[in-house]
């Protein structure tokens, strides 16, 4: 049997990306397709979609839809086109009213609604295509309340009667958290109580919960994240309802797109390169150096970083660390990423203090970002706390030593290296604070200096395999616990 699988998320690869919920929705539901399975993905007709040209026609009878949110009339109509690249066919909700906008989020008063019509529409979309799914996939806050639509208001038609709902959590920090006067907005009539009624009487509604509470089974990105979300260090206030969903809590680590993020195909970069010929990345280096203005030795380590500059991502340590490095001339660094002011304005001073040592560039780039992931010697990501992590992986197929913290996924795809038997394929530190990164960065610069130790390092990395054969797998095995063997 295939699945028949509804899949709605905020955001898809490259359309509308901020971040690896993107690149899960794609490379997982790309996945699915190959396999056979009638995957529907729905998702936003943001302005940026519009721009981006696809070649796109209305769905005949799926145009002039109307849809009532509380006191808010909304019309929409639907998009339909291939995805970028893929013969998987993408379903785009056309609300000019809430999506036409820049960017993909925003901090208006109608962000709950706008994700909230998403999620509406998709099930709406489903019973208008007389398509019954198996599974109804959400993702994050934005489409959280899925499943209890889907148990509430959508529960009379026979269409769903089988179907079962996956709440996939990309970050649990992002929660769409909302105030109580948007309850009538959900249209849930009696069964409002199912909402969360201390906090209804607090004065919100958190969304992620709702999804935690009705889904069929809650899976999050790595085995590690699944884990510690469960306490309350990590559980950002919900671990008491996670850990009682018990085993229907499921850690899957994201898988890699190998089409994508491989050093022998990349089409970003302007020298390919295997496992087997490494001049390839040393050019890559050179020109990434040219590019950013680099310069440093041959044996100085290039350093990268390409993240969302956010408090999550371990940029505290760095602040009272890295400067010593660069003093002392033993390593250089090229960051790319947008995010805090704060952080922004500390790679920018560093890049003043540090000129040819240094590269800071703000803003997003795809191009980059291959470049970086190519031409570094050595990957940086000591976060707080990751869900999974997806540039930790890429280094490592890039031959670049990923220096990480051992949490959530980085702890799931990157074994500490040890010189004495020349196992592992990174540097792995344990504690959130200073000194540790100092150890790790001292760690991995040492190694560096021995050419045999590195060749060894880097070879190990260059051989794992994170692709989605495997992790789409795991997600396909989950969907038989629900709703039997496909
Ligand atoms: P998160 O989802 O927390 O942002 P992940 O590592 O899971 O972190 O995914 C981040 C994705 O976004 C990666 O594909 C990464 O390359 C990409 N990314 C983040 N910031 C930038 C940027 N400034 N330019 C290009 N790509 C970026």
Not at 41 to 46: C, S
Not at 71 to 96: K, M, N, S
Not at 196 to 207: M, T, Y
Not at 345 to 357: H, I, K, Q, T, Y
């Amino acid at each position: 049997m295939a699945y028949r699988i509804l899949f709605i998320t905020a955001e898809y690869a490259p359309l509308a990306k901020t971040g690896g919920l993107a690149d899960v929705s794609t490379a997982l539901t790309r996945y699915l397709h190959r396999g056979g399975h009638d995957v529907r993905v729905f998702m936003p007709y943001y302005r940026q979609v519009a721009a981006a040209g696809l070649a796109l026609w209305p769905v005949e009878f799926l145009q002039d839809l109307e849809m009532t949110v509380g006191e808010h009339r909304y019309r929409y109509r639907v998009l339909t086109g291939a995805a970028p690249g893929a013969d998987l066919q993408l379903y785009f909700i056309d609300c000019p009213e809430l999506y036409d906008r820049p960017g993909i989020y925003g901090e208006t008063a109608d962000e709950a609604r706008r994700f909230l019509l998403l999620t509406r529409a998709a099930l709406e979309c489903a019973q208008r295509m007389a398509f019954a799914p198996h599974i109804l996939h959400c993702n994050d806050w934005h489409t959280a309340l899925g499943p209890l639509l889907l148990k509430t208001t959508y529960a009379w038609d026979q269409l769903f009667a089988a179907t079962r709902s996956v709440l996939t959590i990309h970050n649990l920090a992002y929660q769409g958290v909302f105030g109580a006067e948007h309850a009538d907005e959900l249209g849930l009539g009696d069964a409002s109580w199912l909402l969360h009624q201390q906090d209804l009487a607090e004065g919100r509604i958190n969304s992620l919960l709702h999804g935690i509470l009705y889904a069929d089974l809650v899976t999050t990105v790595s085995p590690g994240y699944a884990r510690e979300i469960c306490t309350a260090e990590y559980g950002a206030g919900l671990d008491s309802f996670l850990r009682a969903r018990g085993e229907r809590v499921v850690g899957i680590l994201n898988g890699v797109d190998y089409e994508e993020w491989d050093p022998s195909t990349d089409r970003y970069l302007p020298v390919r390169f295997g496992a087997d010929d490494l001049t390839g990345k040393a050019a890559v280096r050179r020109a990434l150096s040219a590019r950013v203005g680099i310069a440093i030795p041959d044996g100085v380590p290039l350093i990268g970083m390409i993240s969302r500059l956010v408090g999550q991502k371990g940029i505290e340590l760095i602040i009272p660390v890295l400067p010593e490095f660069l003093r002392r001339g033993d390593c250089a660094l090229v960051v790319l990423g947008t995010g805090e002011a704060r952080y922004e304005d500390f790679f920018a001073g560093l890049a003043l203090e540090f000129p040819g040592r240094v590269a800071f560039h703000r803003g997003y780039s795809e191009e980059l970002a291959h470049w970086i992931e190519a031409g570094a010697d050595m990957f940086l990501m000591p976060s707080q706390y990751e869900p999974c992590g997806l540039n930790q992986m890429y280094s490592l197929r890039y031959g670049t030593a990923p220096i990480v913290r051992r949490t959530g996924g980085l702890a799931d795809s990157v074994v500490h290296y040890s010189r004495d038997d020349g196992t592992g394929t990174g540097v792995v530190f344990d504690h959130y604070e200073a000194a540790s990164l100092r150890w790790a960065l001292d760690y991995a610069i040492r190694l560096y200096r021995e050419p045999a130790q590195w060749a060894r390092l880097v070879a190990n990395a260059m051989r794992q395999d994170y692709s989605w054969t495997q992790q789409g797998a795991c997600y396909l095995e989950q969907y038989a616990r629900l709703v039997g063997p496909s």
